[in-house]
T-cell receptor
């Protein structure tokens, strides 16, 4: 069964460093998403991406964040200069259409020291 | 703005017992409602969803949920819990401005005793 994969499973970085979180969505899906979950808190929507551009983003998704689909299979989230409060689990998801079920990856745990 | 409340942080049940996880939402119109499950080390998996129609929704793994507009609730139920059901359960609501993007509750951790 096709699934969304994410790498790495755990990323540790120093404050101020750039990180890139990688996702491989399901191959015939057209919509891609990033969510994050700070420990003990809710899963929060960050951004959705369709047709090579951002279709929706939340207040959390500020200028420090960017997303890219560099090739036909990967979908990345870049945090330009990490802060302590960026420490969280980051989930990637994909769906066939905007009103179809979203399939989530297992997440990348980001720890900013 | 839409919001979701899951009043129970932890629920403990014995294997074989029935289960009900509570979810209340705040949204002016008829919402899209979802329940997701997250097993340790796994991503979120959709259990079931409600868009319209029959207010009793059947999902995977023997789960069901009932949409009650008068109570703004969408509680998740299972008649007999299995040890493998131990996981984190998230209720979510979508539909603001036509957006499907779900707003999640804080989650309820289900512990199953043998």
């Amino acid at each position: 069964e096709p699934e969304v994969t994410q790498t790495p499973s755990h990323q540790v970085t120093q404050m101020g460093q750039e990180v890139i979180l990688r996702c491989v969505p399901i191959s015939n899906h057209l919509y891609f998403y990033w969510y994050r979950q700070i420990l003990g808190q809710k899963v929060e929507f960050l951004v959705s991406f369709y047709n090579n551009e951002i279709s929706e983003k939340s207040e959390i998704f500020d200028d420090q964040f960017s997303v890219e689909r560099p090739d036909g299979s990967n979908f990345t989230l870049k945090i330009r200069s990490t802060k302590l409060e960026d420490s969280a689990m980051y989930f990637c998801a994909s769906s066939r259409g905007s009103y179809n079920e979203q399939f989530f990856g297992p997440g990348t745990r980001l720890t900013v020291l | 703005a839409q919001s979701v409340t899951q009043p129970d942080i932890h629920i403990t049940v014995s294997e074989g017992a029935s289960l009900e996880l509570r979810c209340n939402y705040s949204y002016g119109a008829t919402p899209y409602l979802f329940w997701y499950v997250q097993s340790p080390g796994q991503g979120l998996q959709l259990l079931l969803k409600y868009f319209s129609g029959d207010t009793l929704v059947q999902g995977i793994k023997g789960f069901e949920a009932e949409f009650k507009r008068s109570q703004s609730s969408f509680n998740l139920r299972k008649p007999s819990v299995h040890w493998s059901d131990a996981a984190e359960y998230f209720c979510a609501v979508g539909g603001t401005g036509g957006s499907y993007i779900p707003t999640f509750g804080r989650g309820t951790s289900l512990i199953v005793h043998p």
